[in-house]
C-alpha cells in the first residue's frame, strides 16, 4: 500500500503503454533506456505494480515483448501487471518474467472475463499469478453482456472470485475486481450511481473478503474540457471526486499516472458536489448536471 496518492491505495502505474504519446515514441524507437527510465519514475512515485504493455508490436515481435518485460525488471522490483488480453501475448509475458527480481511476487495479468475465461488454462503451467478480472460483464446464454446494475456488477464478481478459489486455489487477496468507470458525458443510466453501489456490495460480501475493487479513472473525464473555466484541472477533480465517494465504500486500487496528484476533496468542493448532484439525475438531467462542471 501506498500514501503518496493521497488515498492510500494500490497505485497500478499505466504509464508503459503506447497509447500515451511519449512512450509510444519509445516503444516506436526500442528505446529500452527510455522504458527503464519511465518504470523507475513510477515506482518512485508509490507505484505498487506496473502495468506493462507495448502494443500491437507485442502481436508481431514476441521477442521485443519478452526483451521489455526483462529490461523493466532490471529496473524495478515490483511486481508487474501482464496487460494483453490474449493467452499467447501472456504465455511469452509470462516466460519472460522473473519471480526473484520481484522478491518473490507473481506478476497481475490484465485481464480475464467470464467471456475471456482461456487464460486462465496458463495459471497451472506457468502460475501462479494474480488476476484482474473484469467486473463490468457477465456471459449470459454464451453472449457477453455488459453489466449495468449493482446487482449484476456484485453477481458476477461474486460468481467470477469463487471461481477463481473454488478451481485454481486463488486466495481474495489474488483477486481483482475492474469495475470499469465510466465517462460521465455519456452517463445518462446512471452507471457511475451502480459503480458505487457495487463497490458497496461487493465489499459487504462475507465471502469475497480480502478481494480488491479497483479501476482506472482516465474514461472519466473523456470528452470533456481538460480544464474547468477557472483554469483548473477539471479531469483531476473528477477522478478525485470519484475517489473521494468510492474509496470509503471500499474501492481500494487504481490504474493511474502515480504522480497524478489524486487527493480526497473536502465537502464543500465544487466539483465534488456537482458530481454528487451528477449521480442525483438520469437522462438529459444528468447531462445538464455535467455541464456544471466547467460552467461555473
Not at 503518496?4 to 504509464?15: K, M
Request: aromatic content about 6%; hydrophobic content about 45%; charged content about 20%.
Amino acid at each position: 500500500m501506498t500514501d503518496a496518492n493521497g488515498f492510500n491505495l494500490i497505485v497500478i502505474g499505466d504509464r508503459i503503454n503506447p497509447g500515451f504519446k511519449p512512450t509510444r515514441v519509445l516503444v516506436d524507437n526500442h528505446d529500452i533506456a527510455g522504458i527503464q527510465a519511465l518504470a523507475v519514475r513510477q515506482v518512485e512515485s508509490g507505484a505498487s505494480y506496473l502495468d506493462v504493455t507495448i502494443g500491437p508490436l507485442g502481436v508481431t515481435n514476441h521477442d521485443y515483448l519478452a526483451e521489455t518485460v526483462r529490461a523493466i525488471q532490471q529496473a524495478v522490483t515490483v511486481p508487474l501487471c501482464l496487460d494483453y488480453p490474449d493467452a499467447k501475448l501472456l504465455e511469452v509475458c509470462l516466460k519472460a518474467y522473473d519471480r526473484a527480481r520481484a522478491n518473490g511476487a507473481p506478476p497481475l495479468i490484465n485481464s480475464i472475463t467470464e467471456h475471456r475465461w482461456g487464460i486462465m488454462d496458463l495459471y497451472k503451467p506457468l502460475g501462479p499469478f494474480k488476476v484482474i478480472v473484469m467486473a463490468s460483464e457477465r456471459v449470459e446464454n454464451g453472449v457477453a453482456k455488459a453489466n449495468k446494475t449493482p446487482e449484476e456488477f456484485a453477481s458476477t464478481a461474486r460468481r467470477v472470485a469463487l471461481r477463481l478459489q473454488n478451481d485454481y486455489g486463488l486466495a481474495m487477496d489474488d483477486i481483482f475486481l475492474d469495475i470499469s468507470v465510466s465517462a460521465v458525458v455519456a452517463d445518462t443510466n446512471g452507471l457511475h450511481r451502480a459503480t458505487l453501489a457495487a463497490i458497496k456490495a461487493i465489499r459487504e460480501d462475507r465471502d469475497l473478503a480480502g478481494i480488491h475493487i479497483m479501476g482506472g479513472l482516465t474514461n472519466i473525464g473523456q470528452q470533456l474540457p481538460a480544464k474547468a473555466a477557472d483554469g483548473s484541472d477539471l479531469k483531476l477533480s473528477l477522478e478525485c471526486a470519484f475517489l473521494t465517494l468510492a474509496v470509503p465504500l471500499g474501492f481500494d486500487a487504481v490504474l493511474c499516472t502515480p504522480w497524478r496528484g489524486l487527493k480526497p476533496l473536502p465537502d464543500d468542493n465544487f466539483v465534488l458536489n456537482a458530481y454528487k448532484n451528477f449521480l442525483e439525475q438520469s437522462g438529459s438531467n444528468a447531462l445538464r448536471a455535467v455541464r456544471k462542471f466547467y460552467k461555473a
